[in-house]
T-cell receptor, first 113, second 113 residues
Framework: AQSVTQLGSHVSVSEGALVLLRCNYS??????LFWYVQYPNQGLQLLLK??????LVKGINGFEAEFKKSETSFHLTKPSAHMSDAAEYFC???????????FGSGTKLNVKP | EAQVTQNPRYLITVTGKKLTVTCSQN?????MSWYRQDPGLGLRQIYY???????DKGDVPEGYKVSRKEKRNFPLILESPSPNQTSLYFC????????????FGQGTRLTVV
């Protein structure tokens, strides 16, 4: 069985501050993990993905995530928040068999001036 | 441009009036799926299709139908919509089963009154 848990439905940071969005996964097989971003009134856009290569994954817009097997975590970080980062972020794990994504419940990021 | 196109983007309808949400992809992808997004629940899979004429239920299929008569199109049908189907719907496609890259449409916001 596969699932993801995102801690914190809302996160608020100041512009220029560190962004940390938390995701923990559960998977009976080595997982593929993803972060997607959803801007208001938009579809989902892939930020980055982990597919068992390097544990530190760099994505678009300065985001990165580190796969930590011992902690079953895949937290998303960005050193310095920008106003344009305000969006909802979804962590997801994929089932190999059915190409089915299991999404977390999402974290809304608010960036204060 | 590679994309997944959903129509309509917004729809308000009345209980019991049949409706269809269309989804089309121009990437020759085999695998397509439908998700609904509800606050606090993330995205949940409704139906998926591994290829033409091959469809199967996801996690929340009740009240929905799909068809896959040609590779590029995967319409979602609500035969008798009810208010609990008010939601944001996303169509997604990927090259094949097990492929890690999924492309999402822009979403269809459905309100059933």
């Amino acid at each position: 069985a596969q699932s993801v848990t995102q801690l914190g439905s809302h996160v608020s940071v100041s512009e220029g501050a560190l962004v940390l969005l938390r995701c923990n996964y559960s998977s009976s097989v080595p997982p593929y993990l993803f972060w997607y971003v959803q801007y208001p009134n938009q579809g989902l856009q892939l930020l980055l993905k982990y597919t068992s290569a390097a544990t530190l994954v760099k994505g678009i817009n300065g985001f990165e995530a580190e796969f930590k097997k011992s902690e079953t975590s895949f937290h998303l970080t960005k050193p310095s928040a920008h106003m344009s980062d305000a969006a909802e972020y979804f962590c997801a794990v994929i089932s190999y068999i059915f190409n089915k994504f299991f999404f977390g419940s999402g974290t809304k990021l608010n960036v204060k001036p | 441009e590679a994309q997944v196109t959903q129509n309509p983007r917004y729809l308000i309808t009345v209980t019991g009036k049949k409706l269809t949400v269309t989804c089309s992809q121009n990437m020759n992808h085999e695998y397509m799926s439908w998700y609904r997004q509800d606050p606090g629940l993330g995205l949940r899979q409704i139906y998926y299709s591994m290829n033409v004429e091959v469809t199967d239920k996801g996690d929340v299929p009740e009240g929905y139908k799909v068809s896959r008569k040609e590779k590029r199109n995967f319409p979602l049908i609500l035969e008798s919509p009810s208010p609990n189907q008010t939601s944001l719907y996303f169509c997604a496609s990927s090259l094949s089963q097990g492929d890690t890259e999924a492309f999402f449409g822009q979403g269809t916001r459905l309100t059933v009154v």
